[in-house]
């Protein structure tokens, strides 16, 4: 814990206490911190330094990125909450902020749009007939399905054939239009696509049997609140179940599938999960490729009750 008045004494200064505020919101690079505030490079990076020495930030590496955050205190966290009413800047970094989020959700928006009508054809780690056959073991029909990062809409039209119904969610314009599409074709009438953000579903609450993320919590920006957005569409009694790749060190999966996270472990699938107030959680592997990189798949599995 920092000691507070050192604390203080660098949030005395109005471009560390913005910077401060920032990083309380969300994890940043260097580059995306002098796009927010208007400031030079050397500037914001001696603050940060100055920062993290205090024990105020932490610095995590992503692939070549360096991305800095906030130690949570709740003294310093309380008085970043109470400078926003002063600072004449805090709306404007709020809303530069809210850009540069946007930005990094259509950058991987556009792979998606570039993707659609040929996913099936091309490899994605952790796609596995293995994989899926464990998880549908582990539904009940008849039941209504949300498949949350649906994407070409594979999975949800192999659901539809038992579930009462199923929502497929994907924020690729062009993967629901296909997807819309494909139904039409087959003449399926209980799927509908959505065009959504895991962590904003376009679904009411509490109206799901169950809560599907099949390779795709990786794609959320922030897994936890995917996780939460999950519980609040679920039924009391309903299920989230996750398919995704362990925790794993092959760094071009950041360009080549436009992954946000290299996997999970199973601790951070079940803390997701347990954050979330789900119940019951199990997270086992079911799937580990001959090929390298090797990837392996996860299941986890837990209960709103």
């Not at 020495?53 to 360096?66: F, I, P």
């Not at 989020?101 to 993707?115: P, V």
């Not at 995917?226 to 925790?247: F, N, S, T, Y």
Request: aromatic share 6%; net charge neutral; with cysteine.
């Amino acid at each position: 814990m920092p000691a507070l008045i050192p604390a203080l004494r660098l949030l005395g200064d109005e471009s560390r206490l913005r910077l401060l505020r920032l990083l309380a919101r969300e994890e940043l690079s260097v580059a995306e911190l002098q796009e927010i505030l208007a400031m030079g490079q050397s500037r914001i990076s001696m603050s940060l330094a100055q920062l993290k020495k205090a024990g105020l930030a932490d610095l995590r590496r992503v692939g070549q990125k360096s991305l800095y955050s906030f130690v949570a205190n709740e003294t310093i966290a309380a008085l970043l909450e109470e400078s926003a009413r002063e600072l004449p800047e805090a709306a404007k970094d709020d809303e530069a902020l809210r850009l540069i989020l946007r930005k990094r959700k259509d950058k991987m928006r556009g792979y998606f749009d570039e993707l659609a009508g040929r996913f099936g054809r091309h490899y994605v780690p952790g796609r596995s007939w293995k994989g899926l056959a464990e998880m549908c073991i582990k539904l009940l029909p008849p039941m209504v399905i949300a498949d949350i990062g649906a994407g070409e809409g594979t999975l949800s039209l192999l659901l539809s054939q038992r579930a009462e119904k199923v929502i497929g969610v994907d924020n690729s314009e062009k993967m629901v239009e296909y997807a819309a599409g494909v139904a039409r074709k087959n003449k399926v009438s209980n799927v509908d696509f959505r065009l959504g953000d895991l962590e904003e579903l376009p679904i009411e609450d509490e109206s799901i049997d169950l809560a599907l993320f099949s390779q795709s919590l990786h794609h959320a920006l922030h897994p936890q609140r995917a996780a939460a957005e999950a519980w609040r569409v679920l039924k009391p009694g309903g299920r989230i179940v996750v398919l995704d790749l362990m925790k794993h060190n092959f760094e071009q999966a950041r360009e080549l599938y436009a992954d946000v996270w290299l996997g999970f472990s199973p601790a951070e699938l079940n803390e997701f999960l347990r954050k979330s107030r789900f119940k019951g959680i199990d997270v086992v592997t079911v799937h580990k490729e001959e090929e390298a990189p090797h990837f392996e798949t996860l299941l986890a599995v837990g209960e709103k009750r």
